[in-house]
């Protein structure tokens, strides 16, 4: 397993809660490290990414001020601290690894973890 994310479970609104993703070092060390989300009955979406440096961060409108995404390059680990959550953050999280293509100008995920189950309660 490549990747392996964990953290998740039930908090009531306004709470927080950490992700971890732990990785292979080949999965670590590729350009881009993100989290995406997946409610039912809807699409998957993106959430947050870190580059391979950790120096750039980008987050999704919904979750930007509330979400902060870091790694950790002693534990090849990619975190996600969730905070102020609300019943809409609900969903099972997944982690996944990419590189950028420079032709498409966009980043291409290519392994993906098992998630975890976020519930919000309100």
């Known amino acids: 397993v490549q990747l392996q994310a964990s953290g998740g479970g039930p908090v009531q609104t306004g709470g927080s809660l950490r992700l971890s993703c732990a990785a292979s070092?080949?999965?670590?060390?590729?350009?881009?490290m993100g989290w995406f989300r997946q409610a039912p009955g809807k699409e998957r979406e993106f959430v947050a990414r870190?580059?391979?440096?950790?120096?750039?961060?980008d987050y999704a409108n919904s979750v930007k001020g509330r979400f902060t995404v870091s790694r950790d390059r002693a534990e090849n680990t990619v975190h996600l601290q969730m905070t102020s959550l609300k019943p809409e953050d609900t969903a099972v999280y997944l982690c996944?690894?990419?590189?950028?293509?420079?032709?498409?100008?966009?980043?291409?995920?290519?392994?993906w973890g098992q998630g975890t189950q976020v519930t919000v309660s309100s």
């Open positions: 070092r080949r999965a670590f060390d590729n350009d881009v």
């Open positions: 870190i580059n391979w440096s950790g120096s750039r961060t």
């Open positions: 996944a690894a990419g590189r950028y293509n420079r032709n498409l100008l966009t980043y291409e995920y290519d392994t």
